[in-house]
């Protein structure tokens, strides 16, 4: 069974930089869509970034397009997402999820079927 791992999170000022990680266990990452979401206090989870099971297909939230770029190496069966110039509205929980692979697939928080614990990013001001 999938699991996912979260981390890379942590307390960072405005403008500074993180990197988020995504590791698999259980089985690989490499036939999954995988997404990064985000969900604030008092907020409903959002998109982030996503990414199809080859890199070829990359989706950014527009709040976040030109400040935050993921990959993967799914030699590592890993995602990442490197986020720079972070702004304290970035603040939250972000969680990695996972999705078998199709041409349809969408960067939906409904549509992810494995999702990971989480890791919390502050962005003081």
């Known amino acids: 069974q999938l699991q996912l791992v979260e981390s890379g999170g942590g307390l960072v000022q405005t403008g500074g930089s993180l990197r988020l990680s995504c590791a698999a266990s259980?089985?690989?990452?490499?036939?999954?869509?995988i997404g990064w979401f985000r969900q604030a206090p008092g907020k409903e989870r959002e998109g982030v970034a996503c990414i199809s099971s080859s890199g070829g297909r990359i989706y950014y939230a527009d709040s976040d397009q030109g400040r935050f770029t993921i990959w993967r190496d799914n030699a590592k069966s890993t995602v990442y997402l490197q986020m720079d110039s972070l702004k304290p509205e970035d603040t939250g929980v972000y969680y990695c999820?996972?999705?078998?692979?199709?041409?349809?697939?969408?960067?939906?928080?409904?549509?992810?079927?494995?999702w990971g614990q989480g890791t919390q990013v502050t962005v003081s001001s």
């Open positions: 999820a996972a999705e078998p692979d199709a041409v349809e697939a969408t960067c939906d928080a409904y549509k992810f079927g494995s």
């Open positions: 259980g089985s690989t990452l490499n036939y999954y869509f």
